[in-house]
């Protein structure tokens, strides 16, 4: 059974994808015990809060352009694709945050956890690039990419001094 399916589903999914994103970084600032760990979730919240309104702009400015907004995929393969790697990997992409902090986690358990995070958003946006059809649009996904890269060197470099 074919399934139907739009760029449109996709940028919903990238547009939840940022808002978990921001909120865990928020909450796990709250519950950290290490100021430091706190400054450098609260500034990645606020950058995740921007990505989300980049693909925000793009959702409306597919649904204004409904024929851009088709995508052909007879085997479903970009929708698995998509799919997969939002709804089953790490906390980005769910509907709502599976995870719950105690604020008895470490830093490290927090930055590891952010990690995994990133690196799903970037599986996921590659897959954006492909799909979406102006160059105007690929390069902000690319942009956005990038961002989420230094996010995880930002990441892994806290960790590593952490250590």
Do not use: C
Not at 35 to 56: C, P
Not at 87 to 103: C, D, F, P, Q, V
């Amino acid at each position: 059974m074919a399934v139907n399916y739009t760029v449109l589903e996709i940028f919903e999914i990238a547009v939840q994808i940022e808002q978990n994103g921001a909120q865990y970084y928020r909450t796990a600032a709250s519950v950290t015990k290490d100021k430091v760990v706190a400054d450098i979730l609260l500034k990645l919240a606020a950058m995740e809060d921007n990505h989300r309104q980049i693909f925000s702009d793009m959702l409306e400015s597919y649904k204004n352009n409904m024929e851009d907004a088709n995508t052909f995929d007879p085997d479903n393969e970009a929708l698995y694709y998509m799919k997969g790697i939002a709804l089953n990997s790490g906390w980005e992409g769910r509907g709502a945050l599976k995870l719950t902090l105690s604020g008895e986690e470490t830093p490290t358990k927090i930055l590891k956890t952010a990690l995994s995070g990133e690196q799903t958003s970037i599986n996921f946006y590659l897959g954006i690039k492909e799909l979406v059809k102006s160059q105007s649009d690929k390069e902000k996904v690319e942009q956005i990419i990038k961002e989420e890269m230094s996010h995880i060197v930002s990441l892994q470099k806290n960790l590593e001094q952490l250590k």
